[in-house]
């Protein structure tokens, strides 16, 4: 009995010691970094709670209607507060970020050209956008985006 109490402090002693120095555990099937369906690299740092684009071609659109499957990424949609698109990604087709509550900024680079409908929609939280004056913005770009 001892010798169990003794082996479940040490347990707890070292648990607490891996959350006390920062770290925390992945949520089962939670990836910190991939590939969209058109070749262009995501990851997401959760040190600083920021999801990076990388890439030459526009980001996969898709279409969050509850029958398809989001994007790898998209698991990161209740925790990103930064969003990097980085030079070289050249569209947002529309509805991407919808619903990332927590989304505080947007960078976006001169290479993406435009944003479709919808991929900013719900996005309560954002406080600042920094984009090119060349990027063509739908009408529909953020419904409900502020607070």
Known sequence: ???????????FLAVSMFFLNGNTLAAKGKTLSGQDANGNTWKYE???????????????Y???????PEPEWWCWSEEAEHLVIENGITGLPGEEFMD?????????PDTVTYIGEGVFQNCWSLETVI?????TLNWK???FCLP
């Open 1 to 11: 009995m001892k010798r169990m109490i003794k082996k479940a402090a040490l347990l």
């Open 46 to 60: 959760r040190k600083n709670r920021t999801l990076t684009f990388s890439g030459t071609k526009d980001l996969k």
């Open 62 to 68: 898709f279409e969050l209607d509850g029958h398809s």
């Open 100 to 108: 990332f509550y927590k989304l505080k900024t947007i960078k976006l």
């Open 131 to 135: 984009m090119s004056d060349n990027i």
């Open 141 to 143: 770009l953020c419904v």
